[in-house]
């Protein structure tokens, strides 16, 4: 798709065979899959700050099995719309209008970080579509906030508040920092530690644009990370509790700074009956980035198992 | 009602528009509508108990202000929309009808050096989607390129609002205003957001014309003389 390009390859990776458009209520959101058009679609949800194509070491594996693997970039993030405003539930109703392009019959969900809680709310919110759902260590399980006295937060709160409504008025026209594939490599790893540098660096090519000063991430630059609000971790999991459709969450043993650091205690009590939690050794919060074989194995036996139960049932 | 003038803000990719009501000297009035509301739903009551400027806001999504292409909004959005209007004016006391209401309790909080005083009125839009969340909720409402935006009216119905978070707000505009009183709770209806600000030290109950009374008498960083 993009014509500024510089091609680098990475060792099993590929990219998409088709990309195309969906309106979700006037965004435009940029679709990309893998795999034989008249294969089983499953959706792929990637995470916060990433886009479609950093799966495109994973979604091939699940492609070569004989899925139609249906990605998309989220609101803001690699060639979709840049929108007026970014939450949550408006990332779900631009989910649901991919899920719409697809099938209106039910259809297996996979996703990592936001994305694999993206799946399993939309696997308790729509259990008419979903068939299956993989959640790649994307369950939020506690504060991001330091645990303080409520009168101590007041204080840390009125720092954060004011730098956010600062941020607010200082983004119109914002850009983002150009460098080269090597620069834009480096930021990526300090949030990305564990990654290799000539992953995080075929990234930049296949996730940012070349203009004249350089590369930009293609990421809305209005877009930030943290921030506060009502929201709780612990809604999530009584999100994950409501899901019947077969279920698997993978957490990565690595906690690291993207990661939600939950542990498999934080979620035992919220499996639900047709649900397990699995951990993978030694990967971090990328799990499927770290070991792409051993996570497309684990999805792959999920569905077939989801795939004989739906039979029987 | 007329307005005499209205000023365009650049939030981001949204405009919004902020109506001079009507002008004067001293610290100004801003006036936040209810949920699905604009700022000609301004009443004489409002209007006879303030002897300042007066201004009132569109939020995103409402009035004269653009709408959000694809929905997204949440109150901490709104709360950023007030901001705007109060970096305009300078400083200002702050009423809030409904979901104005609770942005006014939002922003004192956030800039209690700027707000010098919140009245919080019962409007649409006070309740919000409740302490914790509903049944999930996908389906897509139709944007029609109008204000309110029907996607605006449904997202800030289902704005989730915990009175611990909301306490939290009732407490900076408390401890950081340097005012006896920064909140004021007018509104009639108590949903538990307002029941736990209302209980909270620092916050009056009374109504709108004796709020803007004490309010009016709190000097400030930013209080012009009038």
Redesign the interface.
């Known amino acids: 798709m993009d014509d500024n390009s510089e091609h680098r390859g990475y060792p099993g990776a590929s990219a998409p065979a088709r990309s195309r458009q969906v309106d979700?209520?006037?965004?435009r959101i940029a679709v990309h899959e893998w795999g034989a058009e008249d294969a089983p679609p499953l959706l792929l949800a990637h995470g916060g700050f990433d886009f479609a194509r950093t799966y495109d070491v994973f979604a091939p594996l699940l492609a070569d099995a004989g899925w139609r693997v249906v990605s998309w970039d989220q609101?803001g993030h690699g060639d979709s719309?840049?929108?007026?405003?970014?939450?949550w539930?408006?990332d779900?109703?631009?989910a649901?209008?991919v899920l719409d392009s697809v099938s209106s019959a039910p259809v297996p969900l996979v996703g990592h970080s936001k994305g694999g809680s993206l799946t399993t709310?939309?696997a308790?919110?729509?259990p008419h579509r979903v068939s299956a759902v993989v959640n790649i260590d994307g369950i939020p399980s506690r504060r991001a906030m330091p645990d303080v006295q409520?009168?101590d937060?007041?204080k840390l709160?009125?720092t954060d508040?004011?730098a956010?409504?600062d941020h607010?008025?200082d983004?119109?026209d914002a850009v983002r920092k150009p460098g080269t594939i090597e620069d834009l490599a480096r930021r990526r790893g300090r949030m990305n530690p564990r990654l290799p540098v000539e992953w995080l660096e075929y990234l930049v090519t296949v996730g940012a644009s070349r203009s004249d000063d350089g590369w930009r991430w293609k990421i809305d630059p209005?877009l930030r990370m943290g921030g506060?609000?009502?929201?709780?971790p612990e809604?999530s999991l009584?999100?994950l509790a409501d899901v019947s459709a077969p279920f698997l969450a993978l957490l990565g043993t690595e906690q690291e700074l993207m990661g939600f650091g939950t542990t498999l205690d934080d979620v035992r009590g919220f499996v639900p009956p047709n649900g397990r939690v699995e951990e993978v050794d030694g990967a971090g919060h990328f799990v499927h980035i770290e070991q792409p074989d051993v996570v497309a194995a684990l999805v792959l036996e999920h569905l077939a198992d989801s795939v004989a139960k739906g039979r029987v049932a | 009602m007329e307005t005499a003038a209205v000023t365009t803000l650049q939030h981001n990719r949204i405009a919004l528009a902020l109506h001079e009501i009507r002008p004067g000297r001293g610290r100004p009035m801003l006036l936040l509508h209810g949920l699905g509301e604009d700022a000609s739903r301004v009443s004489r009551h409002e209007l006879d108990a303030w002897d300042g400027p007066v201004h009132a806001l569109d939020f995103t999504g409402h009035g004269a202000s653009s709408i959000a292409a694809g929905g997204g909004y949440f109150c901490e959005i709104l709360m950023a929309d007030a901001d705007l209007a109060l970096q305009h004016l300078g400083s200002a006391t702050v009423v809030g009808r409904g979901l104005g209401g609770y942005i006014a309790l939002l922003i004192a909080g956030a800039r209690p050096e700027q707000v010098r005083g919140a009245v919080i009125l019962d409007g649409p839009g006070l309740q919000g989607g409740g302490p914790a969340p509903t049944s999930l909720d996908l389906n897509r409402p139709a944007q029609t390129g109008e204000t309110p935006d029907p996607v605006a009216l449904t997202e800030l119905t289902r704005d989730i609002r915990p009175p611990d978070y909301a306490r939290t707000f009732a407490w900076q505009a408390s401890a950081l205003s340097g005012m006896d009183s920064a909140i004021a709770v007018a509104a009639v209806n108590r949903p538990p957001w307002l029941a736990e600000v209302a209980s909270q030290p620092g916050v009056v109950e009374c109504g709108l014309a004796d709020a803007l009374v004490l309010f009016s008498r709190s000097d400030g960083p930013s209080t012009e003389a009038g």
């Open positions: 979700a209520s006037g965004v609101r719309d840049r929108a007026a405003l970014y939450q539930e408006a779900m109703r631009d649901v209008a709310h939309m308790a919110g729509l409520d009168r937060r007041t709160l009125a508040l004011a956010w409504l607010r008025h983004m119109v209005t506060f609000g009502p929201w709780r809604w009584q999100r």
